[in-house]
C-alpha cells in the first residue's frame, strides 16, 4: 500500500490504521501545534520584547537629558542672573533720549582734544532697531595717523557706547607723493578721514509698539 492510500486509509479509518501511520499523525499534529504556539506567541512577543527595549534605550536617553538639566538647573538661573544683570549694565550705557546732544557733544570735543580737525560732523536721522535706535553721525575730520588712531581709542572708553564704522582714510598730498599709512615715515602725515560715528539708544517697550 502506497503512502497516498495509507493516509487516505487513516483518515478514514483511523482506529484500524497502522501505528506508524498513527505515530507519523502524533508527530505533524504535535509539530503543527508547537508551529502555531510559535507564530502566535514567541514571534510576537519577541516583536514586542524588541519594541519594548527600542523604548527603554530611548526613555534612559531622555531620563539622562532631563537628569542633567535639573541637576545644572541651579547653574543655568545663576547664569541666567549674571546674564540679566549684565544687560542691565550695557542698557545704562546706552544714553536716553535727553542724554544724546550731550554725548554728541562728548564725541565732538574728544576729536577737538586729539588734535583734528572738524570738516563735517552732521548727525543723521535715527535708524530704529529692535529695542534700540542707533544715532548715526556723519565725520569728516583731518589729522594725523596718531591723533586718528588716539580719537578712535579715546571713543572707546566713553562711559556711553559709541563704535566707527565705513572709515576711510586718504592723505592730504599730491598721489606723486602718497605712503603708507603704516610706514614710519606717514605717521605725522596729515590725514583726511571719513567714518560713520554711531551712539545708540535704548528703546523703552512703550517705544516699541
Do not use: C
Amino acid at each position: 500500500m502506497s503512502l497516498k492510500e495509507q493516509f487516505i486509509y487513516l483518515i478514514e479509518d483511523p482506529v484500524n490504521a497502522s501505528r506508524l501511520m498513527k505515530l507519523g499523525l502524533i508527530i505533524v499534529l504535535v509539530l503543527a501545534s508547537l508551529y502555531s504556539i510559535y507564530q502566535w506567541f514567541i514571534v510576537d512577543d519577541l516583536a514586542e520584547l524588541k519594541r519594548l527595549r527600542h523604548q527603554e534605550i530611548r526613555l534612559k536617553t531622555i531620563f539622562k537629558e532631563k537628569h542633567n538639566q535639573a541637576y545644572l538647573l541651579p547653574f543655568y538661573r545663576v547664569q541666567l542672573q549674571e546674564i540679566q544683570n549684565m544687560f542691565g549694565e550695557m542698557i545704562k550705557t546706552l544714553p536716553k533720549q535727553t542724554e544724546v546732544p550731550g554725548l554728541i557733544l562728548d564725541i565732538s570735543e574728544v576729536a577737538v582734544a586729539n588734535g583734528l580737525r572738524i570738516q563735517v560732523f552732521e548727525p543723521k536721522a535715527e535708524v530704529m532697531r529692535k529695542f534700540y535706535a542707533e544715532k548715526p553721525i556723519f565725520l569728516k575730520a583731518t589729522g594725523s595717523y596718531q591723533q586718528l588712531a588716539s580719537f578712535a581709542s579715546d571713543l572707546a572708553i566713553l562711559p556711553r557706547i559709541v563704535s566707527l564704522h565705513n572709515i576711510e582714510l586718504s592723505p592730504l598730498q599730491p598721489k606723486s607723493t602718497q605712503q603708507n599709512t603704516h610706514s614710519p615715515q606717514a605717521l605725522n602725515s596729515i590725514l583726511e578721514m571719513q567714518a560713520i560715528v554711531k551712539t545708540f539708544r535704548y528703546l523703552a517697550k512703550e517705544a516699541r509698539l
